[in-house]
């Protein structure tokens, strides 16, 4: 069975891949990744804060006050827990790269758009096949409008294609007033694709301690809905290819969101619970699925579950969301 696909600008085997995480730190979980079917490696992220010294430094001084401030700095990273820094994650590209046959792509997440934007050419120079940029923001300033974020976002956008000519995807967070629009814009910033979507790591409040508690909570295959609804509804309207990051876990998760119109299928919570191998499983029930349905590519199948035919996607959103307020029974 035919799984190919063309993925920001890459002609890969198959739609499924690492996303980014940890599991690109250690090598031989990386062969081992591509020997499950890892189409591609995405390394997890280098931050604007690893790179960007000035605010490295404000980090850790917070930090260091720690003793005057618990209560406030406990809402701030703790810089010495992200693992690789710069140089490192320069030389683990390179090894990376060494270690296996599919294409690399690198990860650089931040929010201003300033000098450590350069860095994007480092890691190019560094053997990267790719690049995700990945514009986790979360906007809490009352003063700071939409059209500003957006406006910051695209430049950030614009400067790394600037700095790089390998491909480009722009991961996003589902929190846009008008995501469709935003994503179009991006489209002109240069980007070659879209991952949706980031996952906020939402923290709890610990009432006893007086604590915020950081917690990363896996996603299970119901973290899908909400990206399928995005592919089906950006499926038509924008021509970057899109890739699908969140709540993949079984073979029906990846085919839902070839239909809904993705082109790259990223997995993560699925290898972190079950181990690599479980790419392979994803794999071989998405083929078994196909023939089973005489479907010969991919490409046969994507987006036919898109809104595409639909003329009028809000009206169909709004016809769906009240049949089903309707038709709840207790
Ligand atoms: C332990 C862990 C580390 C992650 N690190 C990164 C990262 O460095 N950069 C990034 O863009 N996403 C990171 N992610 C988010 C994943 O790439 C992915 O978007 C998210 O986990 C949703 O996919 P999943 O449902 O397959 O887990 C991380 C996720 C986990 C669980």
């Given amino acids: 069975m035919n799984l190919k696909t063309r993925y920001l600008g890459l002609d890969l085997d198959s739609p ?22 890892s189409s591609a490696i995405t390394m997890p992220s280098l931050f604007e804060e690893q790179i960007t ?42 090894k990376v790269k060494r270690a296996v046959n ?5 990860s650089l997440n931040g929010v201003t758009a300033s000098g450590w934007l350069d860095f994007a050419k480092q890691i190019q120079q560094a053997g990267a096949d790719a690049l995700e940029l990945n514009l986790y923001y979360l906007a809490t300033n009352p003063l700071e409008t939409a059209d500003s974020v957006e406006k910051r976002l695209l ?26 629009h935003f994503a179009k814009m991006l489209e002109g910033a240069g980007a070659d694709a879209v991952v949706l979507f980031n996952r906020f790591y939402q923290p709890d409040l610990d009432i006893e301690a007086l604590e915020v508690e950081p917690s990363l909570s896996l996603s299970t295959s119901s973290t899908l809905r909400l990206r399928l609804r995005w592919l089906a509804v950006l499926h038509s309207q924008i021509a970057m290819p899109m890739a ?10 990846a085919i839902k969101a070839t239909m809904a119109g993705a082109t790259g299928v990223q997995v993560v919570s699925a290898l972190l619970k079950h181990g690599p191998e479980r790419l392979k499983a994803i794999g071989q029930g998405m083929a ?3 023939e089973e349905h005489e479907y010969e590519s991919l490409d046969q199948m994507r987006g036919s579950l898109s809104l595409l035919k639909c003329p009028n996607p809000q009206a169909f959103e709004r016809s769906n ?8 029974k207790a």
């Fill in 16 to 37: 499924l891949m690492v996303g980014a995480s940890p599991l690109a730190n250690d090598l031989d979980m990386v062969k081992r990744l591509e020997d499950a079917g």
């Fill in 53 to 94: 010294r000035e605010q490295f430094g404000t980090l850790y001084d917070l930090e260091a006050g720690s003793e005057s401030f618990a209560e406030a700095t406990s809402y701030f990273a703790n810089v010495s827990e992200l693992r690789l820094g710069p140089d490192n994650y320069l030389e683990q590209i390179g």
């Fill in 102 to 106: 599919v294409p690399v792509i690198a």
């Fill in 155 to 180: 430049e950030i956008t614009r400067t790394v294609k600037h700095n790089v000519s390998i491909p480009l995807a722009v991961k996003l967070s589902p929190f846009f007033t008008s995501l469709a």
């Fill in 244 to 253: 699908v990051s969140g709540g993949v876990h079984t073979p029906e998760d």
């Fill in 288 to 290: 078994r699925w196909m």
């Fill in 321 to 328: 969301y009240m049949r089903v307020l309707a038709g709840w």
